[in-house]
């Protein structure tokens, strides 16, 4: 075997090693998105569909076992909401993660004055609302409530393969280039016969 099959090979090997890897990753968040919601843990608040936290939480310590949540910074913005900035910290896939989070809550009044109802539990109510939101982004916990879902792209590792080994037909530099769009996606299920096609032409030229 040649210097040059030698160099592929190992190309070859790391590039669908890293792209398993991320496929791996994304499977998992994938069948978290992909589940539905059941509907006595989804409540309207102005018109707006929200997924209650105990579901969510539930969920987290699930799938995401050992997960924590730092506040980092608490503020009122004036005397109409309260703003919580935290901190999630999950183990995903052999990695622990972290990710922030802003959300703000509206501050209660009593009806026709500026007497606070019980600003308390508003104060809980933003770190509630910003741990959600942080689920939601992170975890991909309710994303059929959330509208998050979207169609999965991951090439298949057979695809990744014919690429590959019809890259490797063609020259070295074209191996390398393909390897490095599939790493960053530029090539997924979305263009993969275009661009098999296109390799195929090139290696019959």
């Known amino acids: 075997m040649s210097k040059k099959d030698n160099k592929i090979t190992v190309l070859n090997e790391q ?18 998105s992909n589940m539905k919601t059941p509907q006595k843990y989804i409540e309207k608040k102005m018109g707006l569909d929200y997924v209650k936290y105990g579901y969510m939480r539930d969920l987290a310590d699930k799938f995401y076992p050992g997960w924590s949540w730092t506040i980092i910074r608490c503020a009122a913005l004036g005397s109409e909401a309260y703003e919580v900035h935290g901190r999630l910290k999950w183990f995903d896939n052999g990695i622990w993660r972290e990710g922030d989070c802003v959300a703000a809550h509206r501050i209660q009044k009593k009806k026709g004055s500026d007497e606070f109802v019980d600003v308390g539990n508003d104060l809980k109510a933003a770190n509630t609302d910003t741990i959600k939101k942080a689920f939601n982004m992170y975890m991909n916990i309710a994303d059929d409530v959330y509208r998050n879902q979207i169609d999965d792209y991951e090439l298949e590792t057979s695809q990744i393969h ?17 390897a490095e769009k599939i790493d960053t996606r530029e090539i997924n299920a979305y263009n993969f016969e275009q661009s098999l096609e296109k390799l195929k032409g090139m290696k019959n030229e």
Do not use: F, P
């Not at 014919?162 to 393909?178: C, K, P, S, Y």
């Open 15 to 32: 590039s669908i090693k890293s792209v398993e890897s991320r496929k791996q990753h994304h499977s998992y968040h994938k069948s978290v």
């Open 162 to 178: 014919q690429l590959l080994d019809t890259a490797g037909n063609v020259n070295e530099e074209t191996h390398r280039t393909i």
